[in-house]
């Protein structure tokens, strides 16, 4: 089992900045890809940014590129810390933001192969 908690959001103007943070725990986290993932009101779930265990790989989605850093504390093999930085936030930007690991590949990594969700945390831009 994998337990995620995320904290960090809020409410910012547009231009602004916040970091997410997701403190994620278990005995099979070790290895997993992990990511964040957002949904807007009336939209589907989609990828924003995903992070390797093993060597820090990165890839992040076209929307987000060079305003979102994604980045990752491992304390032990079963606990880590998630982090979201993002920079220059839009009213587009406004979603619940979700912690995720995955059991795919940073490369392919869609909702369909997340084993587990945090509970999201809400981030609004006002213009």
């Known amino acids: 089992q994998v337990q995620l908690v995320e904290s960090g959001g809020g409410l910012v103007q547009a231009g602004g900045s916040l970091r997410l943070s997701c403190v994620a725990s278990g005995r099979t986290l070790s290895g997993r890809p992990m990511a964040w993932f957002r949904q807007a009101p009336g939209k589907e779930r989609e990828f924003v940014a995903g992070?390797?265990?093993?060597?820090?790989?990165?890839?992040?989605?076209d929307s987000v590129k060079g305003r979102f850093t994604i980045s990752r504390n491992i304390a032990k093999n079963t606990e880590s810390i998630l982090y979201l930085q993002m920079n220059s936030l839009t009213p587009e930007d406004t979603a619940v933001y979700y912690c995720a690991a995955s059991r795919g590949t940073l490369a392919t990594m869609r909702r369909d192969d997340v084993d587990y969700w945090g509970q999201g945390t809400q981030v609004t831009v006002s213009s």
């Open positions: 992070i390797t265990w093993i060597g820090g790989s990165t890839r992040y989605a």
